[in-house]
C-alpha cells in the first residue's frame, strides 16, 4: 500500500519534469560538414591525383570592320528624291556630291538671282566710273553744282543696296540647294546605296549610302582581359580555316576614343600584319588568350573537389570503408581540372563528388 502511495507522487512529478522541456525553446541546429558517411554498400566513382600541365585559356570573339563609316541621311522630309549619283563599290574623297533631292527650281530660282547680281554688279561698276567722271567735270569746272556727281551717287547706292539684297538672297537659295544634298565626309568605298521607288517622298530616317574607309578595318573585340593585350601585342586571330597575324592598336590610332561599357569590357583593336584580309565586312573570328599555366603539377578532375566557405575538401575511403572529408589546398583551375598544392600526394585517390 505504502509502495502505491509513492508512485502516484513520483508519476506526477515526472510528468511536470516533461512538461516543463516542452516549454523549453529549441536550440538551433548548425550545419556541420560531412566529414563521416557509414558505408552504403555502393561502390565509390573515384579518380587518382596525377600530375600533368594546366593550360587556362579565354576565348575571345571578334569582329572584321571598318573603324571609319559615315551613314548619309537628308535632314529634309517629305521632298520628292532626286538622284544619287554612286554605286556600291565605287571609291569616293571627302567633298564629292553623293545624292541629291529633287531641286530643279531651287537651281532655276538661283541661276535667275546669280543673273541678277551679275547685272547689278555691273551697272554698280558703270555708276562708280560715272560718278568719277562727274566730280573730276564738277572739278574742272570749279563750279558749285554738284547735281551730276549726286544723282551718280544715289544711282551707285541704290545698285549697292540691291546688291546687298540680292546677294543675300543667294546665300538663302544656296543654303537651301545644299539641305538637299549630300556629301562624302570621308574617303573610301560605297558600301550601301538605297534603291530609289518612283515617286518616293524624303525621310529623315531613311538610309542613303553608306561610305566605308576599308584601309582602316580591324578586327574588333570587347573584353575583361584587356590587360593582356597592352598595345603592341601580337596575337593570330582564327576565321574559319584562316589565320590572321594581328597586333593590338590604340583607340587614339584610328582617331577614335577608349571605349568601356558599363560591364568593364573594354573594346580592343587588332590590326592584320599579313599579307591576307578576309574578303567582307563583318568577318567573325576567335583569338585564344594564354592568361595563365602551370607544367609538371598534381591536377585532379575539378568535380572531386568541393567548398565550404574559402576551404577546398575532397572526399576519400578510410580503411574503415567510411566515406571521409579531407581539407586540401588548391591552385589554378583550367578547364575540367584544379591544381592541388597541398593535403594529397601524387596516387593518392579520392571519391568524385
Known amino acids: 500500500m505504502l509502495r502505491k502511495w509513492l508512485t502516484i507522487p513520483l508519476a506526477m512529478l515526472c510528468l ?15 550545419p556541420e560538414l560531412p566529414l563521416v558517411t557509414p558505408y552504403s554498400g555502393a561502390e565509390y566513382v573515384t579518380a587518382q591525383v596525377t600530375r600533368g600541365d594546366l593550360t587556362l585559356v579565354q576565348t575571345i570573339n571578334c569582329t572584321f570592320s571598318a573603324t571609319r563609316k559615315q551613314d548619309l541621311k537628308f535632314t529634309v522630309a517629305d521632298r520628292p528624291y532626286g538622284e544619287i549619283l554612286v554605286v556600291v563599290g565605287q571609291e569616293v574623297k571627302a567633298g564629292d556630291l553623293i545624292a541629291e533631292l529633287e531641286s530643279a527650281e531651287v537651281k532655276n530660282r538661283l541661276k535667275q538671282v546669280a543673273d541678277e547680281v551679275t547685272r547689278l554688279e555691273l551697272q554698280q561698276a558703270c555708276a562708280e566710273k560715272e560718278l568719277a567722271l562727274a566730280l573730276e567735270q564738277e572739278k ?7 547735281a551730276a556727281s549726286d544723282a551718280r551717287a544715289a544711282d551707285l547706292e541704290y545698285y549697292q543696296a540691291s546688291l546687298e539684297i540680292k546677294r543675300k538672297k543667294l546665300d538663302e537659295l544656296a543654303s537651301e540647294l545644299e539641305s538637299l544634298r549630300l556629301y562624302a565626309g570621308i574617303d573610301g568605298t560605297v558600301t550601301y546605296v538605297k534603291n530609289l521607288k ?13 561610305i566605308t574607309d576599308t584601309s582602316s578595318s580591324v578586327f574588333t573585340a570587347s573584353t575583361d582581359a584587356y590587360e593582356w593585350l597592352p598595345v603592341g601585342t601580337e596575337v593570330s586571330v582564327k576565321s574559319g580555316d584562316t589565320e590572321y597575324p594581328c597586333r593590338v592598336v590604340s583607340a587614339a590610332s584610328r582617331g577614335l576614343e577608349d571605349k568601356v561599357d558599363n560591364r568593364g569590357n573594354r573594346t580592343i583593336y587588332l590590326e592584320i600584319i599579313g599579307p591576307e584580309t578576309p574578303t567582307g565586312d563583318s568577318t567573325k573570328g576567335t583569338v585564344e588568350l594564354l592568361l595563365d599555366s602551370r607544367e609538371d603539377v598534381l591536377i585532379l578532375p575539378k568535380r572531386a573537389v568541393f567548398t565550404v566557405g ?3 575538401y575532397v572526399y576519400y575511403e578510410d580503411e574503415n570503408g567510411l566515406k571521409t572529408a579531407k ?27
Do not use: H
Open 198 to 210: 518612283d515617286g518616293e517622298m524624303s525621310s529623315r530616317a531613311d538610309l542613303i549610302a553608306t
Open 310 to 312: 574559402d576551404q577546398y
Open 140 to 146: 574742272l569746272r570749279k563750279s558749285d553744282n554738284t
Open 16 to 30: 511536470l519534469g516533461l512538461s516543463g522541456c516542452f516549454l523549453l525553446p529549441a536550440e538551433p541546429e548548425v
Open 327 to 353: 581539407g586540401v589546398s588548391c591552385g589554378l583551375e583550367a578547364g575540367w581540372y584544379i591544381e592541388v598544392t597541398g593535403g594529397l600526394s601524387e596516387g593518392d585517390t579520392v571519391i568524385l563528388s
